[in-house]
């Protein structure tokens, strides 16, 4: 029985189990970039490192027989790594429990949640200010059947638009509210039985018309400013600012999302028209009176990398999604790959510390457990170390929809 004694390794197994399974929105991003890292640092990496994603390039068509070669520009997103963790403390008599006990479940359980919840945190604070496309400016929660099938099919619709494969790695990351809407309105429709029985029991939505679904409680919360619209100055605009008419009536908040004047989306691989205009994500307060706002993406116009169908349309306004001063909660529907969760080993400290220091991974999630006695409390002190980083890969292929 002495391997189910309470050690290092079996608080690090445990722990790991805990996060994997409740991580909701890390759980349905994609987490490939890391596993390359790792074996390329195999001692470890420190806080605040980066990890360069690099995205393919790419290419127009060539009508006809004659080639001609085009550049190969390649980009990297960068991922900031952050340390973060919780402290357990487990007195000598509990160094002597087996690891199922109920009082040591208890704490590691709670200290697992506790690292899930900042790792989610953060993941959807990047989706309400990376994420451009936008649904439901309105805000209201689906009501009927009819609108909660709508909902789904809307934010599905703004995927295939954006190019997002219908490979089954959807998914919608909920508020509460959201959640709780969307299951009474889909209660009694078209699922098997057995969907409805699990939705039923759970009071969580299941998978269905090609999304899977999370509830959490930690979607983002955005907040419109006071601004009102103003119009366009200026023709031919491209890149990332536009220079507009003195913003009026308050501040444009960093994360409100615009549309603007004669500016159509085009699908990423076709450069044809949508034919919905497209959606940009204010990256910086315009306080009242600014004649300029940064927006995501940039407006490129033509080329392998086009994104809209022209400038905007100068001496017309701008349209701001949502109403002024209300804050909405940023639901968020998506392509695995839009995001980027990355969790790699750290260094260790070396030999003659007097610290026991275990570090295992499994499925790209990865834990450090340091264990050190204080003797002035005759307690045995565990650390929980995690060292992650996100990043917004793709984020062309996720929508936010809006709710209150």
Avoid at 32 to 50: D, L
Avoid at 145 to 157: D, S, Y
Avoid at 169 to 187: E, K, Q, T
Wanted: proline share 4%; charged share 15%.
């Amino acid at each position: 029985m002495s391997n189910t004694i309470l050690t290092s390794s079996l608080v690090a197994k445990e722990t790991l189990a805990v996060i994997e399974n409740n991580c909701a929105f890390g759980g349905m991003v994609n987490r490939n970039y890391e596993t390359a890292q790792s074996q390329s640092m195999s001692s470890g990496y420190e806080p605040g490192a980066t990890l360069n994603i690099r995205k393919p390039s790419r290419y127009t068509y060539r009508s006809g027989r004659v080639a001609v070669p085009q550049a190969s520009v390649d980009s990297t997103i960068p991922l900031t790594l952050s340390q973060g963790g919780a402290d357990l403390n487990f007195n000598l008599f509990e160094r002597t429990l087996q690891i199922t006990d109920q009082r040591i479940q208890k704490k590691i359980n709670a200290a697992a949640a506790t690292i899930v919840n900042e790792i989610d945190r953060v993941g959807l604070l990047l989706a309400k200010s990376a994420v451009y496309n936008c649904l439901n400016p309105a805000g209201a929660l689906p009501a009927t059947q009819a609108e909660a099938v709508g909902a789904i099919t809307a934010i599905n619709r703004r995927l295939d638009e954006m190019g997002a494969p219908r490979d089954n790695m959807r998914g919608l990351i909920m508020s509460p509210g959201f959640n709780a809407s969307a299951v009474s309105g889909f209660a009694g429709l078209f699922n098997g039985q057995a969907k409805l029985g699990r939705q039923f029991d759970s009071g969580l939505m299941v998978d269905s018309l090609g999304l899977s679904y999370a509830m959490d409680q930690n979607v983002a919360l955005h907040t419109n400013g006071a601004a009102t619209a103003t119009n366009i100055n200026g023709a031919g605009q491209t890149g990332s600012t536009i220079t507009v008419i003195a913003v009026a009536g308050g501040t444009l908040a960093t994360g409100t999302v615009i549309t603007l004047p004669g500016v159509y989306a085009v699908n990423p691989q076709t450069r044809v028209s949508t034919g919905v205009l497209a959606d940009f994500v204010v990256t910086a307060d315009a306080v009242a009176t600014a004649t300029s706002i940064s927006i995501s993406p940039a407006i490129v116009t033509s080329g392998a990398y086009q994104n809209v169908t022209a400038s905007p349309t100068t001496g017309q306004p701008y349209v701001i999604k949502g109403a002024a001063s209300t804050a909405y909660n940023c639901n968020v529907g998506f392509h695995e790959d839009a995001f980027t969760l990355a969790m790699v080993p750290m260094a260790t400290p070396p030999e003659g510390t007097g610290a026991r220091v275990e570090q295992i991974s499994h499925n790209g999630y990865t834990i450090k457990v340091t264990d050190f006695y204080d003797g002035t409390n005759d307690n045995v002190v565990t650390r929980l170390d995690v060292l992650f980083g996100w990043a917004a890969t793709y984020p062309e292929l996720a929508v936010k929809y809006y709710t209150v």
